[in-house]
């Protein structure tokens, strides 16, 4: 028999949502250790859904980050799409890492927003589909704030500029996630004042013909990152706690 997830707004009050997703801002984080940081928060959640009477529900969050330069690689991802040797990751000050995530292959560094959220699905009364699409709208939210027209690319998660475009399409934003028990984990990637020669060394996303932009190359100067942070921060948990609500309410 299948199990309808509850919709949110039946079962629980706002505040207690508010409640319940914490916000945490790491800083810069190796990778390693963020994975790890994710993964205790992640498996606390699952093994409390699969046994909810164990005790206290475990709390949501909602994590950012910065790393060092580094590639990682998802489950379903071609190895191929890392155009350089290993040997020749150290010369770039970069590392190199096989993830459990969807996707392929991407770059995280210095000057990119990276968002880890650690949500129950059911809880927030969402399917896998329409969690990922949340994380684009609230991407695309965000740069229209700065004058940036985004939108979705058919056929390919993560937020685009031009995505139709034969030529001139390229990604702003990467999206990978995992989930177990409708339980979720890694997230995105926003491209901020990022050094996108990182990218010439990968197929981004497996893409061979598409690019990659940054909010710094679309607006022609640096952006104030901790502002953009807090932002996003505000929108995404508005999106959590209420899903179906409109950009600008």
């Known amino acids: 028999m299948q199990r309808s997830m509850p919709l949110f707004r039946k079962d629980w009050q706002m505040d207690e949502l508010e409640q319940d997703i914490h ?27 699969g046994q909810p009477d164990s005790g206290n529900r475990p709390a949501q969050y909602l994590l950012f980050c910065e790393h060092p330069h580094v590639y990682t690689l998802g489950k379903s991802g071609d190895e191929h799409n890392l155009l350089i040797r290993k040997d020749f990751l150290k010369k770039i000050d970069a590392t190199y890492y096989k993830t459990n995530r969807g996707g392929d292959i991407t770059y995280h560094g ?16 969402l399917g896998l589909k329409q969690y990922i699409s949340l994380l684009e709208n609230a991407i695309v939210e965000l740069l229209d704030r700065y004058g940036i027209t985004a939108t ?17 399409a390229r990604k702003i934003c990467a999206i990978g996630v995992r989930s177990g028990r409708y339980v979720t984990m890694h997230g995105f990637a926003l491209n901020v004042n990022t050094n996108l020669d990182y990218f010439t060394y990968i197929n981004p996303c497996g893409f061979e013909t598409k690019g990659v932009t940054s909010m710094e190359k ?7 990152f901790d502002c953009i942070k807090r932002e996003l921060r505000a929108i995404l ?13």
């Open 23 to 49: 916000f945490e801002d790491l800083g810069v984080m190796d990778y390693q250790k963020a994975w790890d940081y994710q993964e205790e928060r992640f498996n606390r959640l699952v093994e409390y859904k």
């Open 110 to 125: 210095p000057g990119q927003v990276v968002g880890y959220p650690i949500v129950d699905l059911e809880f927030l009364g």
């Open 152 to 168: 979705h690319l058919e056929g390919a998660t993560g937020v685009w500029l031009e995505a139709d475009h034969p030529v001139k």
């Open 218 to 224: 679309e607006l022609g100067e640096s952006q104030d």
């Open 237 to 249: 948990m508005r999106r959590f706690l209420a899903p179906d609500r409109p950009a600008g309410s």
